[in-house]
């Protein structure tokens, strides 16, 4: 049987394993920043890269829509109007 570690040393154990949470507390904030640094960096060149695809493919999609003069204001639209009436089938 161990003897039992001395109270100092309990102590002691305890404050460098709290220090040790700490510490690695906080290198994982900073891989956490720099991953999203570098994430939003990729995401950026990714953007960067594929916007002529983005223009081509808008380009090639906006004609078709431009023919049919489609009014720009919400007030210039056609209304569709109609009218209704309920039909009751019960027996009077």
Same mark, same amino acid.
Request: no cysteine; proline share 5%.
């Given at each position: 049987?161990?003897?039992?570690?001395?109270?100092?040393?309990?102590?002691?154990?305890?404050?460098? *394993? *709290?220090?040790?949470?700490?510490?690695?507390?906080?290198?994982?904030?900073?891989?956490?920043?720099?991953? &999203?640094?570098? +994430?939003? +960096?990729?995401? *950026?060149?990714?953007?960067?890269?594929?916007?002529?695809?983005?223009?081509?493919?808008?380009?090639?999609?906006?004609?078709?829509?431009? %023919?049919?003069? +489609?009014?720009? %204001?919400?007030?210039?639209?056609?209304?569709?109007? *109609?009218? &209704?009436?309920?039909?009751?089938?019960?027996? &009077?």
């Amino acid at each position: 049987m161990q003897p039992k570690p001395h109270l100092l040393l309990r102590i002691l154990g305890v404050l460098i *394993g *709290g220090a040790l949470l700490l510490l690695a507390f906080a290198f994982s904030l900073v891989i956490l920043a720099v991953l &999203s640094v570098l +994430a939003s +960096a990729a995401l *950026g060149y990714f953007w960067w890269k594929t916007r002529a695809l983005r223009r081509a493919h808008s380009e090639r999609t906006m004609p078709a829509a431009e %023919d049919e003069e +489609a009014p720009q %204001d919400a007030t210039e639209r056609p209304a569709i109007e *109609g009218e &209704s009436k309920r039909v009751d089938e019960r027996e &009077s």
